[in-house]
Every structure is written in C-alpha cells, then in structure tokens.
C-alpha cells in the first residue's frame, strides 16, 4: 500500500499558508468498463482486482491542456475541440495504442467556479482531460508572475541585477508556484493507478510537481521533459530555491532535454550543488541518487508530419500561397517567425537586414523580409519595449531603402492561422531564426517541410511537382535545433555582420547546394518528428522504472527536500538484539571494522578514536572466542600510535599492506615486493596536475600515492581526474601496480591490495590453526569496504561445522551496497559494540592462557611469534 502524502508544503519558505479552495469533488478514474472507483485507498486485493479490468495510462501533464475552448454567449453553452498544433496532442501518435492517453492542465479560458464541475466531467467523458482550475490570484502569481518574472528570463540567461530592468525575487510569487504544482498534484492523483499507469511531466512551469507525485505514491512511474534551455550552473545557483527545484527534479526517473549542452548544465548542477556525479550506461546516462537511478534523455522534439501536409494541401493554404505568390513576383522572400518577446533577437535580424542593404545596393528591391510576431499571452514592459525598437527599425530599413511599390520589411503583428504560416514557409526562398536563447523553435523544421511541397502547393506556386526542391536555413547557434540541422548556416546573432554575411550567402547561394541542403534537412525532419521523440521517450520511461518493485523505499526529508530511498528488499537495519543473540551462541568470532567514518566521524577534527571507543575495543578483544580487526587505508604510524592501548586488536594499515596481529608484534608487509621505483613515475605526473588543479594535493604513504580533488572545482576536478587515470594507466603499464579512481581521488598502489584480501587472509588463519569462524562481523563505509563485504560473504566456509556461520556485513548510512545490514552514523556503530561488548566474556587468567595459546598459533602460521603476556 503506497503512503499518503503528507501535509500541505507550501509552509516550506514561511509561515503563511495558501489557502486554495479544493476541487468540486474528486473526478472518477479513467476505466474501460462502467463504475466508478472512490479516491479513497482500499484494501490491496482489492487494489489487484481494480488492476486487471483497468487499462494502462500515461498521464501527460502539461501547464496547458491542448484544447480550444469557446463559450456560445446565446445559448451559454461551452465547446471544446483538439488544439492539433499542440505538441502535446500530437505526441499520442507516438504512444502505444493500447495505452489510454489522458491529459491534465489548465484551460486557456476562465471558467466560472459554478460551471467548473460540469466541464470538468464534460472533458474527462470526451477528451479525456482533466482540468486544473487555478486560483485567479494564484494562477497570475504562477503564471505571470514566478514562470515568467524568475524562471523564464533565468533560463535564458537574464540575471535579476537591475531594478526595472528585471525582477527581484518574491517569494510570494514561489508560493504560488509550489501552490499550483500541488494542485496538478492533486488532480493527477485523481485518475492514476500508480501500479501501471506512467506520468510524463512537461516544462518549467512543473518542475517541483515530481516531488509531490513522488510523495505521493514512492514507486510511481514518472518522466519529465524540459522545453526550455536549461542554464549554466552559473546562471542557475543565483536562484533562491535552487536546492528544492533541483531536488524536486531528481524524484523523476527520466529527465529529458533537448539538447546535449541542456543536460550538461543539469549534471554539472547536480555535481556543484549535490556532489552527484553521473556516467553514461550503455549509451544511458545515469545519475546515481541515494539507491535511485535516474536516466537523462537527449532528443530534440520534432513535428508533426501529417498535420503540416494536410495543412498545404488544404484549400485556406493553397489560396493564400497564391495571393503571396502574385504579391512577391519577382523578389526573393525571406520569412522570420517568432514570439513576440525580448530573446527572439528580431531587432538584431532586422539590423543585419539593414546592414545586407546597405553593402549590396544590387539587393535592394528584389529582397522582402516579411517578420509574423505571435502574440504572447501576456505581456510586460521589456516586451513592448522590444516591440517597439522592432518597429522604429523597421521603419527606418523601409525609409531608407523603400520606394514606391517596394519595403523591404513586412511586420505582420497580429494571430496568424497556420496554414496563411504554411502559405509564406512554401513561398520563402529563405528563413532566418535569430533567436538569442530557445529551448527547441520547431520553425525551422516546420520551413523545410513547407518547401518540400505538395501537389496542390506546387500548383498555387507554379512550381513542376516533379522538380527538386530547395531551402536556406539562417539559425542561431543558440537555439535547441541547431545541433540538428548541419546543413543551416549557424551564426551568432549578436555578431550583425556575421549575420548579414549568412543572409547574402543564403539568397546568393546556387540551386545545386540548396537542392543538397534540403534533401538533408528533409530526411532528418521527416524521420524525426513528434512520434519518434514520444516514442522514444516512452520506450526509455518504461526501461527506466524497470526495477520499481524490485526494491524497497523509503522517504527522506521534509517539504521540498523530500526524497527517496531506494534500497535492495534484503538491506535493513542492524539490530542489537539480532546480532547480540547470534553473538551469544558462537564461539569463534572475527569482528573487522574501517576507522574513518566508522569508529570516528568523517566530520571529526580530532582524528583520534575516543576513550569510550578504545574502551569498547578493548573489551570485545578481551573476549578469547573474539579476533577483531582495524582495516583502514591509514598509515601504520598514526594507527599504532592510536591503538597502543589495545593489546590484542589486530590492525591492518594502507588498506592491508601493512598488518599486525597485536601491539606487542610487529608490522608485517603482505606483500612481498618493496620494489617502489614506480613512485619516481607517478609522483612527477600527479605533481603536474596538483599544479594545474588548484585545490589538490599529494598524500604520499609508503605503499601508495593519492592524489586528492576534493576541494578542487567539482567539474574541473573531475575531468582532471579522469585524464590523470589515463595518463598514469599508459606510463605505469609495464609496472606491478593498479591505478583506481576512488571518491575524489586517484590512487596508485600495489597490485593485490586490498581490504577484502585482509579479511580473507585473517579468516583463512584462523581455520587454519582450528578456529574456523562461526561469527563474522565486517562494518565499514566507503567504497573500499566494499572488498571486505563481499570476501566476507562470497568465502567458503569450513564445511564441516553442523551450520552455516552467522554473516554480519554492515554498511554506515543508508545507501547502496554489498553489505546486508546497515546503521545510521559512527553513534551507532558504537552503541552496537558496546552491545557485542556486554554479552563478551571476561578474561580470566585461564582464559588468558588458552587466548594467548590461540593467539601463538595463529602467529605461527604467518610465521611470527610475538611475546604475549
């Protein structure tokens, strides 16, 4: 039975509490067969039962629904119909038939509180969407105010630094922001069966949503898609609520951009701010996220091929070409559309136009820009400014270089049907898309497709249907689909002169390479449209949430720190009274335990073990039936020095290349080579990067050297780590030693040492001299132990004992690992041996005897004996 959610999170920035009002009643589950099922949870089977007759769902979620709705003023009455330009109607294409397709969002038109019930079933019966009725004040302060005062200008690279020029932070408008993702939230909830059904969550307006679905039901099935670019780590880490959106993000389990720049600056986010770090899986990338894997996708969207061929050969289309046609006889046309806002770089299109102009007089009256300006939903001070400067140049190209007849640029500033946009694309020798920063602009896609033509098109054009086809494509290199479209003239929009260079080259260009250009653009185009990404997206969502019941979860933090732990169903934590029984009825124990982070909080300053830990210790090695080890990649010197007051406490320092049975004995080399003439290789190549990385440093023991990166710049580090592996691998190729990439280090140290080869060592001794262990007892917390977990658990034990030995491999904090038990912090792992340490026996002078006489013959078998007492 998944969890409920808990209470409302909008008190996570203050203490004011929204108060939304709730929905009419809660809308009934999309189902195949007549019923209905109730909101509230039931039992399981019956849960099961409800499964077999409901078909499977994804639940595409989306800040608008992709209708058209008009309200009759006669008769009152509401219509609604598909909006089929809409990305999110087409992408069904892409989805599995047999997979109902349901939508939620929010309509483009106020409906009254008294009619909301009523639409609400009308479009759940018809269109299968479920509407979210914002707030008035709310919806204003998400919409308008968070979406596009924060979050739309920050993602294009507009920083709040000037007064009037952009927008301080208000966290009134974040409340409202998390305030409406609560209520998609809730309407979600209301037609999913999270057992089956799959969320696929689009854009910025929604990006804190997956924590409140995630909080919701922990295994749910659930995808989103970023449509904007997504900044620098930069740009992005001067936002307040950094932390919360990032986190919110990563309770998804497929995150998509359009571009591979995007997701690069998603990761490094990740890296900087939660020191995740990621790696590509068989053509996946993967970040790893307390036991969680979440995949990235890039794929840019595409567009609907079918709608845009119906549309040229739709009558509206073909007239409207022709009028174009008989209007610009004779002059090459160049098309530009665009949103009317401040990143689209119209003026600097029209300037560079101008510039065209300018230095090629020949140009003048053959060449027509016409620029189409979508309105936007709303509007703001920067946009009409931006109108304004668009108009003022405009006029002045028109002025100077018009004349009776002839202007050479066309605004055409109101709603433009798309199939009149179709009309022009077909017409247009050349489009330009200028764009300063867009997440993906289909326009270029839409442009090539237009020009490929259809049999009614050609006609209105006067074109031979079977004659090749051609196209010239200007775009920013700062638009998602640059990458796509190899064949575009790329230019830097800020850079006029370059982009008045691309034009002419463009209008000027011979027909062969037009014809080459556009065959290449097409076949992309054509195979990779709105089907293909939702395909493909769909394919990964299902592979990424694979293993949803095949672990445990559990949920970490509060508000919009929420999380998920994901963990194997055999992990679980350690209990005093389970290992203190299985303690009691063996007589023959080996206890190995890591130092740092174990014993001693990696947060310590003072890196010393306690009094109450060297108490402890001593206590349990008092035990004759006990061997306990320290494992640590420590030096030898700091570690005797350490545990000097331990007698019998075995210590194994520099991760085992240095081992000694008691304080009394001597160190021991494991390892028989002392050859250490591959240090006069390394040492000078890490010292190269130590001086190239600031924030790194050597640390040298005398069987290995670690370069360090910690506090070196997370993504700089990181690649400096990763050329330095393969610097070191290719010059120490011929010597006896292994180079590994630990948590923000680089370690070379001898072949064949390891902690999980002390813990096989220590174990075989002992059943050598008689003492084949019935109790093993391994506790560490890094990824070295994790040797040591798995030698414990993976080592043949002496077959002839009546049972199996009782196997503790324990793992501090809660995270992914070999071991099988886990425990919080270095707290409890003390209050566990001080348990282990109670039910010890004590050692009496015979017992003395016979552990020293135990003791001596497993010294023998490692060839040395020390003097005990």
């Avoid at 696929?200 to 749910?220: C, E, G």
């Avoid at 995808?223 to 780590?233: A, C, E, V």
């Avoid at 556009?518 to 293909?532: G, I, L, M, N, P």
Wanted: charged content about 25%.
């Amino acid at each position: 039975m998944v969890a409920r959610s808990y209470t409302n999170l909008l008190d996570l920035a203050s203490g004011n509490i929204l108060n939304t009002p709730q929905t009419p009643r809660a809308l009934p589950r999309v189902m195949t067969v007549p019923g209905v099922i109730s909101d509230v949870e039931s039992k399981q089977s019956s849960e099961d039962s409800f499964q077999s007759e409901q078909r499977q769902k994804i639940i595409i979620v989306s800040s608008f629904l992709p209708l058209d709705a008009k309200k009759d003023k006669s008769s009152g009455k509401w219509s609604f119909s598909y909006d089929k330009d809409s990305i999110f109607w087409q992408l069904k294409d892409g989805l599995p038939p047999e997979v109902d397709v349901v939508y939620v969002g929010s309509l483009t038109v106020d409906v009254d509180a008294s009619e909301q019930e009523q639409v609400s079933n009308q479009l759940l019966e018809e269109f299968k969407c479920v509407p979210t009725f914002l707030p008035s004040e709310i919806e204003d302060q998400f919409y308008n105010g968070f979406c596009k005062q924060h979050l739309w200008p920050l993602f294009h690279y507009m920083l709040p630094m000037y007064p009037g020029y952009s927008n301080r932070f208000d966290r009134t408008l974040w409340q409202a922001y998390v305030s409406a993702n609560k209520i998609f939230a809730n309407k979600v909830t209301e037609v999913i069966n999270p057992d089956i059904d799959y969320v696929w969550v689009h854009d910025y307006q929604l990006m804190v949503l997956p924590t409140f679905l995630r909080k919701r039901y922990s295994r749910i099935k659930l995808g989103f898609f970023l449509h904007s670019p997504f900044p620098t780590s930069e740009i992005y880490r001067t936002l307040p609520v950094r932390g919360e959106i990032l986190k919110a993000l990563l309770n998804a389990d497929l995150i998509g951009f359009h571009t591979f720049d995007y997701a690069r600056h998603f990761l490094s986010c990740c890296s900087r701010m939660l020191g995740l770090e990621y790696e590509s899986k068989r053509g996946y990338i993967g970040l790893e996220y307390l036991g969680r894997t979440i995949y990235i996708k890039i794929l840019p969207a595409g567009i609907h091929m079918g709608r845009l061929q119906s549309v040229l050969d739709h009558t509206s289309s073909t007239t409207k070409a022709r009028e174009i046609y008989e209007q610009f006889k004779g002059k090459q046309l160049i098309v530009g559309v665009d949103d009317m806002d401040i990143f689209k770089g119209i003026s600097l299109k029209l300037l560079a136009l101008e510039q065209l102009l300018e230095e090629y007089p020949t140009l003048r009256g053959k060449l027509v820009m016409v620029q189409i300006l979508n309105p936007l939903r709303g509007s703001s001070k920067d946009i009409e400014d931006a109108k304004e400067e668009a108009y003022i140049t405009a006029n002045r190209i028109n002025q100077t270089f018009g004349f009776q007849g002839y202007e050479p640029v066309i605004i055409i500033d109101r709603h433009v049907p798309f199939y009149e946009k179709a009309a022009y694309y077909a017409m247009a020798e050349c489009c330009i898309v200028n764009a300063l920063r867009d997440g993906m602009n289909l326009v270029p896609y839409k442009y090539i497709v237009c020009r490929q033509g259809s049999p009614k098109m050609d006609e209105a054009l006067e074109i031979d249907h079977d004659s090749e086809r051609t196209s010239a494509l200007v775009v920013s290199e700062f638009i998602g689909c640059s990458p796509s479209l190899s064949g575009a003239i790329r230019v830097n929009p800020w850079d006029i002169s370059a982009v008045a260079d691309a034009l002419y080259s463009a209008v000027t260009m011979s027909n062969a390479e037009k014809i080459l250009r556009h065959e290449k653009h097409y076949r992309y185009v054509s195979s990779h449209d709105v089907a293909y990404w939702a395909k493909s997206f769909e394919q990964d969502l299902v592979m990424s949430c694979k293993d949803h019941r095949s672990k445990n979860h559990w949920g970490l933090g509060f508000g919009l720190n929420y999380r998920v732990l994901s963990l194997s169903p055999n992990f679980r934590k350690l209990s005093d009274g389970h290992i203190v029984s299985a303690y009691k009825r063996t007589s023959h124990r080996a206890i190995f335990l890591d130092y740092d982070g174990t014993v001693v909080p990696q947060s310590s300053i003072d890196k010393s073990p306690s009094p109450q830990v060297i108490s402890v210790l001593n206590d349990l090695c008092s035990d004759p039936k006990n061997t306990v080890f320290i494992v640590s990649g420590r030096g030898k010197s700091s570690l005797g020095d350490w545990f000097d007051q331990c007698k019998n406490l075995g210590i194994a320092a520099e991760h085992g290349y240095f081992i000694r049975w008691g304080n009394k004995s001597n160190w021991e080399m494991s390892h028989i080579s002392t050859d250490f003439a591959w240090k006069k290789i390394a040492e000078p190549v890490m010292r190269s990067y130590t001086e190239a990385t600031d924030g790194s440093y050597i640390e040298t023991k005398e069987s290995a050297l670690v370069w360090h990166y910690y506090d070196a710049d997370p993504n700089f580090g990181s690649w400096q780590a990763m050329e330095l592996l393969d610097h070191l691998e290719s010059v120490l190729a011929n010597e006896p030693v292994v180079v590994k990439k630990g948590q923000h280090i680089v370690e070379v140290m001898h072949q064949g040492i390891t902690k999980g080869l002390v813990a096989q060592d220590v174990l075989s001794k002992l059943a050598s001299a008689g003492k084949s262990p019935d109790f093993v007892l391994c506790i560490g917390d890094d990824r070295s132990d994790e040797n040591m977990f798995e030698a414990i658990l993976t080592k043949s034990y002496n077959a002839n004992t009546s049972a199996a030995p009782e196997i503790f491999a324990c793992t501090v904090g809660q995270k992914p690992s070999k071991a099988r038990y886990y425990l919080d912090d270095t707290a409890e792992v003390t209050m566990l041996l001080e348990a282990l340490s109670t039910a010890s026996e004590p050692l009496t002078t015979f017992s003395a005897e016979a552990s020293s006489q135990n003791a001596k013959s497993c010294f023998e078998n490692i060839g040395h004996v020390p003097d005990l007492v």
